[in-house]
């Protein structure tokens, strides 16, 4: 990123870190407690109250963009990446993710050649780079979604419904911006806040 930061502060290329959530409701109604050196297993009595996030946190203000989706494939990521764009028409947009493999797909991949098409690599509308595999620790994001899902947990016995659950996580996720050590670890950015 070092080498792209005159881009980064002139608001030309945009840097999002993205990955997906699944908030269930019997996932969030509650903790438990055990014996740390022991796995404990928790039954989600209704799968079918379940919701699939897709979140972008932008690296320079700490915004994180929000789309529900019903799940997470190649169409729904196709449709987030063009909802990205559509949050950032005068910017390119540089995504770190993971290696899911609808990220990988070939209908996403064909998506990302359209888009580029004709345009030489440091123009491309969309680069996407991969984080290493099995290693959510790269991803700043999986801590906005344990944030929004612990302060969603606080409110467990309040909650009598599971559109109510999911109005308190994006209520949460929108009105927050976030500001931790793990989101700045991929470069010294930090004199540069909007």
Same mark, same amino acid.
């Given at each position: 990123m070092a080498s792209n930061r005159e881009e980064i502060e002139a608001g030309r290329l945009r840097v999002l870190l993205i990955d997906e959530c699944h908030v269930l409701w019997g996932d969030l109604t509650g903790y438990v407690w055990g014996k740390t050196d022991q796995e404990i297993a928790v039954e989600v009595v209704n799968e079918r109250d379940k919701q699939t996030y897709y979140g972008a946190v932008d690296y320079l203000t700490?915004?994180?963009?929000? =789309?529900?989706? =019903?799940? *997470?494939?190649?169409?729904? %990521? @196709?449709?987030? &990446?063009?909802? !990205?764009?559509?949050?950032?028409?005068?910017?390119r947009l540089l995504i770190f993710w993971d290696g899911a493999s609808y990220h990988r797909s070939h209908l996403v991949q064909n998506f990302l050649g359209e888009i580029n098409h004709g345009l030489s690599q440091e123009q491309w509308k969309i680069h996407c780079v991969r984080f290493a595999p099995n290693c959510p620790s790269q991803?700043? +994001? #999986?801590? +906005?979604?344990?944030?929004? =899902? %612990?302060?969603?947990?606080?409110?467990?016995?309040? +909650?009598? %419904?599971?559109?109510? !659950?999911?109005?308190? /996580?994006?209520?949460? +996720?929108?009105? %927050?911006?976030?500001? /931790?050590?793990? &989101?700045?670890?991929? *470069?010294?950015?930090? #004199? @540069? =806040?909007?």
């Amino acid at each position: 990123m070092a080498s792209n930061r005159e881009e980064i502060e002139a608001g030309r290329l945009r840097v999002l870190l993205i990955d997906e959530c699944h908030v269930l409701w019997g996932d969030l109604t509650g903790y438990v407690w055990g014996k740390t050196d022991q796995e404990i297993a928790v039954e989600v009595v209704n799968e079918r109250d379940k919701q699939t996030y897709y979140g972008a946190v932008d690296y320079l203000t700490g915004k994180l963009l929000l =789309k529900a989706y =019903k799940a *997470g494939n190649s169409d729904y %990521t @196709i449709d987030y &990446l063009r909802y !990205l764009l559509d949050q950032s028409p005068k910017q390119r947009l540089l995504i770190f993710w993971d290696g899911a493999s609808y990220h990988r797909s070939h209908l996403v991949q064909n998506f990302l050649g359209e888009i580029n098409h004709g345009l030489s690599q440091e123009q491309w509308k969309i680069h996407c780079v991969r984080f290493a595999p099995n290693c959510p620790s790269q991803n700043p +994001i #999986e801590d +906005i979604w344990l944030q929004a =899902k %612990t302060w969603v947990r606080r409110f467990c016995a309040l +909650i009598p %419904t599971f559109s109510h !659950l999911k109005w308190m /996580f994006e209520w949460f +996720i929108r009105n %927050t911006n976030f500001d /931790f050590v793990s &989101l700045q670890m991929y *470069g010294v950015f930090s #004199e @540069i =806040k909007y």
